[in-house]
């Protein structure tokens, strides 16, 4: 492409995108009825005539013009104009999200904790946040990365033993990526975002096989191979997100990760995050070893049986004597610790299985929903879903009848796939991704407008759900289709920060019995619809391997998991995902341990948990009262 060329191709994407703001300027002021079109518009123009370079641009100038309160009063008063209450946007109280809030460890008065959704939040009697690793300014390449945070250790537990003196619960909360009560606590909150002191390879006190690397089976595109995989040694606290950048240091990448980063790798692990590809298991199934304090703030180092460690090196270490660590080497004790849902004691460092830095391809592909159900019902499921080493489905569970053709009234859904790649083996594959909503994830006033964009229009949801669709096509220009990169920038989706403006709920399916369930949430959906009860975005199917973990969503077999997602403030949705989830459940669905609305209760949770009764063993063993909370006990009262 000529320099002329390209510099007419940028004039022309500023001037479609000036002339489209403009656009919705008008409309605000003069026809507010065309606005959530108009905003359609922006989107699409942002997404599909901007390089990320020049939409950042023209996000960081929208922001800018839209930060003054007066101008968010002013769009205020000409949107809500004849809105009923509950519907009404506030734009001039939005506040700012990031993801970099973080806890002032000497703060005299009580600090108030909630999860991001809202929903849930405690103001504990006491608030610690132990470790002396530095959240604020986190670095792999920092001196202290290198050692292990003994000091810290002995902090947590003297915490524990403080606690239990004056008869009160602990708990340690994350990120508070949950929409259920799982991390909530009036007693002792922890929080661990300190305790990422450690981030190197695991050496000390490994058995000899593992510590230069260990092969590993895997079976991807219905190939078996051996890769070599190596140990990597991490803080209990760590975010995802910091993980990445202390193993991306190393040469070293996680095997697989949810759509966000933004999580801490305990809270992963806990409540069993995954992502997708039938051949790779959740976060949980990668870690291999983990120091934990436990009642009474007894130290356990709990392992498999065949664990990672070699015990005679470990037991004659002075450190280990002098801070009275115990090792547990027991497959039964491993699977309940591995997703403790927060009850079994304080994650405080863990040793994960990685692999040596990689790149993947990725594709996004648009097909009829029916017409994809009849081509994956053709052979094994198993084996059709194993081609590709990640493999997952968005479905729109609408049907936009407003389509003026046949073929656009048909039931969309996007394929997204993702496979090895060699560095420059695409010379043509796109550099940019196609962003789930430019509009909704980087402009600021977005998330308290998007509701207002639905509830305004409910009857377009099915044509704007195909719209968004259609933006995550891969670019299939000049510059070829897909999206080529390293792992990190590909796994990582970005949706952390949208779960600030949305609600999820997820639940597990036997691979036999996903196509009946699709069905089911389908129908449900198009029922609800005569009340104005709509998912403002599709729903994913995403394909999981058999985790060993007792309360896993995966512990019985390989796994669907599927994801219901909507717009925080939509009229309707909630009342539509509780409606979903007891027709879900009543259909045989595993609930996700941190994505529900409906309450829990012990005989739900036996039927989806068949393993329960021997993890509340294990429960009783390293955490006991101590470290239960209400969601638990209502649980098991009940």
């Known amino acids: 492409m000529s320099t002329l060329t390209k510099f007419i191709t940028w004039k022309k994407g500023n001037t479609v995108v000036s002339w489209v703001l403009f656009g919705l300027l008008v409309q605000v002021i003069f026809n507010r009825k065309n606005v959530p079109k108009h905003i359609e518009v922006l989107d699409d123009t942002l997404t599909h005539h901007c390089s990320r370079t020049k939409r950042n641009r023209w996000v960081s100038f929208i922001n800018f013009m839209v930060t003054p309160r007066f101008v968010r009063r002013l769009i205020e008063s000409q949107l809500n104009k004849n809105m009923v209450d509950h519907e009404r946007v506030f734009l001039s109280l939005d506040k700012e999200l990031t993801k970099d809030d973080f806890f002032d460890k000497d703060?005299?008065?009580?600090?108030?904790?909630?999860?991001?959704?809202?929903?849930?939040?405690?103001?504990?009697?006491?608030?610690?946040?132990?470790?002396?690793?530095?959240?604020?300014n986190f670095s792999p390449e920092g001196e202290f990365c290198n050692w292990y945070d003994y000091k810290g250790l002995t902090e947590v537990s003297e915490l524990v033993k403080n606690a239990e003196k004056e008869n009160r619960k602990v708990r340690a909360v994350g990120s508070g990526h949950a929409l259920t009560a799982v991390a909530q606590c009036e007693d002792f909150l922890v929080c661990t975002q300190n305790m990422n002191m450690t981030q190197r390879p695991a050496k000390e006190w490994i058995k000899e096989e593992y510590k230069e690397g260990f092969d590993v089976e895997v079976n991807y595109g219905n190939k078996k191979s051996l890769e070599k995989h190596y140990l990597f040694e991490t803080g209990g606290g760590t975010k995802i997100r910091h993980l990445i950048e202390a193993l991306t240091h190393h040469g070293f990448a996680l095997i697989?990760?949810?759509?966000?980063?933004?999580?801490?790798?305990?809270?992963?692990?806990?409540?069993?995050?995954h992502g997708s590809g039938i051949g790779i298991g959740p976060v949980s199934a990668f870690a291999k070893s983990m120091t934990i304090v436990g009642k009474g703030g007894k130290i356990y180092r709990v392992e498999p049986t065949d664990g990672i460690t070699d015990p005679e090196a470990f037991n004659k270490d002075q450190e280990v004597k002098k801070y009275g660590i115990e090792l547990i080497q027991d497959d039964e004790k491993f699977n309940a610790v591995m997703v403790g849902i927060g009850s079994i004691g304080i994650v405080f460092s863990m040793i994960l299985e990685a692999q040596p830095n990689y790149r993947l391809y990725e594709e996004r592909k648009r097909y009829n929903w029916e017409e994809l159900k009849a081509e994956m019902q053709k052979e094994d499921l198993h084996h059709f879903i194993n081609q590709h080493r990640h493999f997952e489905v968005l479905i729109n569970p609408y049907c936009d009848l407003s389509a003026e053709t046949e073929e656009g009234k048909k039931r969309k859904c996007l394929v997204t796939t993702r496979n090895y790649c060699e560095k420059?083996?695409?010379?043509?594959?796109?550099?940019?991704?196609?962003?789930?909503?430019?509009?909704?994830?980087?402009?600021?006033?977005?998330?308290r407008l998007s509701p207002w964009v639905f509830n305004k229009n409910h009857q377009s949801i099915p044509a704007m759900t195909n719209n968004s669709i259609h933006r995550l096509i891969d670019h299939s220009g000049d510059e070829g289709g897909g999206f080529e990169d390293d792992c990190r920038f590909v796994l990582d989706q970005g949706l952390g920060e949208l779960k600030f403006?949305?609600?999820?709920?997820?639940?597990?399916?036997?691979?036999?019995?996903?196509?009946?369930?699709?069905?089911?949430?389908?129908?449900?959906?198009?029922?609800?619809?005569?009340?104005?009860?709509?998912?403002?975005?599709?729903?994913?199917?995403?394909f999981v391997k058999q985790c060993d973990a007792h309360l896993s969503m995966m512990n019985q077999h390989d796994t669907c998991m599927i994801e219901l997602v909507s717009v925080k403030g939509v009229t309707g949705s909630l009342p539509l995902f509780r409606r979903l989830e007891r027709e879900l459940l009543d259909f045989g669905a595993i609930p996700h341990w941190g994505l529900s609305v409906e309450p829990w209760?012990?005989?739900?949770?036996?039927?989806?948990?068949?393993?329960?009764?021997?993890?509340?063993?294990?429960?009783?063993f390293f955490g006991g009262d101590t470290f239960k909370n209400a969601f638990l006990e209502r649980i098991q009262d009940s």
């Open 424 to 447: 420059s083996n695409r010379k043509q594959a796109g550099r940019e991704r196609n962003y789930i909503s430019s509009f909704i994830s980087g402009i600021a006033i977005s998330g």
């Open 107 to 136: 703060k005299p008065h009580r600090q108030k904790w909630g999860n991001w959704y809202g929903n849930h939040s405690s103001e504990p009697l006491r608030f610690f946040v132990p470790g002396n690793g530095d959240y604020k």
């Open 256 to 273: 697989n990760q949810g759509g966000s980063s933004i999580q801490s790798i305990t809270g992963a692990i806990a409540t069993s995050t």
């Open 601 to 620: 209760y012990r005989a739900r949770v036996e039927k989806a948990f068949p393993r329960f009764k021997d993890w509340e063993l294990q429960q009783a």
């Open 501 to 542: 403006y949305g609600y999820a709920v997820e639940f597990g399916f036997p691979l036999e019995r996903v196509f009946d369930a699709v069905d089911l949430i389908i129908k449900v959906c198009e029922e609800a619809q005569a009340y104005h009860h709509l998912l403002a975005a599709p729903f994913s199917l995403r």
